[in-house]
């Protein structure tokens, strides 16, 4: 459960440092959890910059295409 834990905080920081935004169907459906938890209040929340929502996008498209090439890599071994 710690792992699992330790993991969910790892994807939430790395997503939050390159700017990836939640989609809008979760950021609808998740209004009311973040407005209880005042998730936005955090400092965190108010750091991510135009630079790192760019680099958000940037990994948005590349990310695909890396693993479509890394499933190929695999299959490849075998």
Do not use: C
Not at 14 to 39: F, Y
């Amino acid at each position: 459960m710690a792992a699992l834990i330790g993991s969910f905080q790892r994807m939430n920081r790395i997503a939050n440092a390159t700017g990836i935004e939640l989609d809008k169907e979760v950021d609808l459906l998740s209004q009311q959890a973040q407005s209880e938890l005042a998730l936005n209040k955090y400092a965190q929340a108010t750091e991510t910059t135009a630079g790192g929502k760019a680099l958000g996008w940037l990994v948005a498209k590349v990310r695909p295409v890396l693993f479509k090439m890394a499933g190929k890599r695999a299959r490849d071994r075998v």
